[in-house]
């Protein structure tokens, strides 16, 4: 279910800004 929302959210594109700002929150702490 995991990769089929993964997929799901790269094919809007909008996941990946998610994607990289939890990263980037990650990051900071």
Same mark, same amino acid.
């Given at each position: 279910?995991? %990769? +089929? !929302?993964l %997929?799901?959210s790269?094919?809007t594109?909008? !996941?990946? !800004?998610f +994607?990289?700002?939890?990263k980037?929150n990650? %990051?900071l702490?």
């Amino acid at each position: 279910i995991k %990769a +089929f !929302s993964l %997929a799901k959210s790269i094919s809007t594109g909008h !996941s990946k !800004s998610f +994607f990289v700002q939890q990263k980037n929150n990650k %990051a900071l702490e």
